[in-house]
């Protein structure tokens, strides 16, 4: 192997890649980047062996050939270069780096041992907007479990319902839902909530299309010369549509900069209770107001200014309503729920493609 | 206890004393802030028995009084808060925090119970101006210990010599000296390193004079509206002047962003070896090279063009070189040494003030 690609290209290919390399598994060589000529181009890869990234960058390629080098050292370093062209050679498993001032030689284990991962044989495939997915997986990803023990739920469900595509997460407690776009497609994959927070990385610098190619047990995402495959996770997620309310007793439409503040304030009184803050939606005066009690150290209320209809009092966790209103792009928010033991919704006050679903606490 | 203050003073006070409250500590009172009327101003104070902090605030005085109140919450809470005018009562030890949409009740600790530093009885008194403070406090700071064993070298000495005010500290393996200013004054203070680390917090945002009070125990440093009290460390400091060389058979000059970069690339090959790397002065070609192996990964060596006067090699650990250039603030650094187990200088190539030795490493 003998080659020469910028460290402009080769630093930002190893930023995109590398996350997936694990030093911590039992397999060392997971800890590696694959580097492998392909026609005139040099792929950059790692896996996890449930997540693979794969990123092309242009390369002069004087003979061909592949290695694997430690993923870690081979980003620091490679970010440490100056920009410029880089030589890549290898001799025996040994990778000669060298540029004007550098010359290096890093230890390298053969290509031959790194894994693949399956191809996707006769799948679907299908486009959408980058800028789409990244803002829904944005608001959604979110809600997803990080309890292995219900892998479900560590899941996110991409998914068409009456000619819309929607996305949607959840964890039990709060429940995340995108509709992304229209589509005449059947889709139905449940792809692990962490590769998606991988994809999002890739999408963080591209503007253009996302090719989607998916069988029963692989979802690809193209995102211009990258490429991320992933395993599905297997089962049959949640009927969640039934636990969304359509019609509510009390609901407030207010800043959500408003929102956020008053929630912040409140729950640096709510420690002791795990979170836990009381709000209070009331029509004389006009407000939504959010109490909290710590017997050990004090208590707070705090109050902003809001359109509401229909008094009412619910107990949330003060965290997940920061990160719902964080999901919100717009000016104001609306908070809507019958009863203190109805699931609260929360959403934008213009924008009706997302829906934000947070289970109260018993108070 | 009534008055009224602006969130946006009470919040920077704050943030000045409350680093110095400790909940780790075996007197639970410590973790807290003392607020106390003194005329028309509030005092915001904190202590750690070694160190205390004083920020004064303009107050609109109702009732005078003091109370103790937890510093992480009251912070947080107070920085949360919108800016504008902040109410603040005392009623049976419970704080009571208000302003327009928010009201808060902190319960408090009787202040009578908040441990007071002594007062500097008959000590010296000196200006000297911030930003030269800030500036060589930055500089020589980094090369104090942090080994409690070794409790002189924990403190940084301020003392005069020859006209000169000096400011030092050494860890034995580095050492960094700044001259500050002319003196007449005859000054030795060690001052504990992370008493300085405080200071310079406190520093950030001022550019006036700096005061400083010392009797044979403590210093006091005020700063604006802020003062900041220390103990000083007993003992005798080594007499440092004479590990710094004066002569020098191999000497280069080159642009620092160049020894930072090449100093780094190495450093990755260097883990293995604690940070070891070798640094060549060569004439022909006239240039710096660092070389740094490990048997395990790989090998590097980089280089950068420099003015050189003699050529050697020395070993150094790359972090402390790293420290060092760091430290400096010109565009040239020049490294200077007599052989490898020799005491190396690392300086800027134009501004003679500041010195920083590093002690070799066998290679």
Redesign the interface.
């Known amino acids: 192997m003998k080659l020469q690609v910028t460290q402009e290209n080769l630093s930002k290919a190893l930023g995109h890649v590398s996350r997936v390399a694990n030093s911590r598994g039992t397999l060392p060589i997971l800890s590696n980047v694959l580097l492998k000529t392909v026609d005139n181009r040099l792929s950059i890869a790692a896996t996890n062996l449930d997540i693979a990234i794969t990123h092309y960058i242009g390369s002069k390629v004087a003979i061909e050939g592949a290695i694997t080098v ?1 993923a870690r ?1 081979m980003q ?2 490679v970010s ?3 920009s410029g062209v880089i030589d890549l050679s290898l001799k025996e498993n ?2 000669h780096i060298s540029t004007d ?7 390298g284990v053969t290509a031959e041992d790194f894994p693949v991962m399956p191809a996707i044989a006769g799948g679907k495939q299908w486009k959408i907007a980058g800028k789409t997915l990244k803002t829904g997986l944005q608001q959604v990803v979110v809600a997803a479990s990080s309890d292995e023990a219900r892998p479900l739920l560590t899941g996110v469900l991409v998914h068409s319902h009456e000619g819309g595509l929607y996305i949607v997460a959840t964890d039990s407690y709060r429940l995340a839902e995108k509709r992304l776009d229209t589509t005449k497609q059947e889709v139905s994959l449940l792809i692990p909530a962490n590769a998606l927070q991988d994809l999002l990385r890739i999408l963080g610098d591209e503007d253009s299309d996302v090719v989607v190619t998916h069988d029963d047990q692989q979802v690809l995402f193209k995102v211009g010369d990258v490429e991320l495959v992933t395993r599905l996770i297997e089962g049959k997620y949640p009927d969640y549509r039934k636990l969304i309310p359509k019609t509510f007793a009390s609901s407030a439409i207010l800043k959500r900069v408003d929102f956020v ?2 929630t ?2 409140s729950s ?2 709510a420690r002791e209770s795990a979170g836990s803050v009381t709000i209070n939606l009331e029509t004389e005066p006009a407000q939504v107001s959010i109490r909290s009690i710590a017997s ?9 200014n809001a359109e509401v209809t229909g008094d009412g009092v619910i107990t949330l966790n003060s965290r997940y309503i920061l990160d719902a209103l964080n999901a919100l792009n717009g000016d104001e928010a609306t908070i809507s729920f019958n009863g203190k033991l109805e699931p609260c919704l929360i959403t934008d006050a213009k924008a009706k493609d997302y829906t934000h679903v947070i289970m109260p606490l018993k108070s």
């Open positions: 430690p050292l620091d370093f440490s270069l100056p040994k990778l001032k550098y010359q290096s030689i890093i230890n503040n008053i912040k304030v640096l009184f050990q150290i004090g208590e707070n209320t705090a109050s902003a």
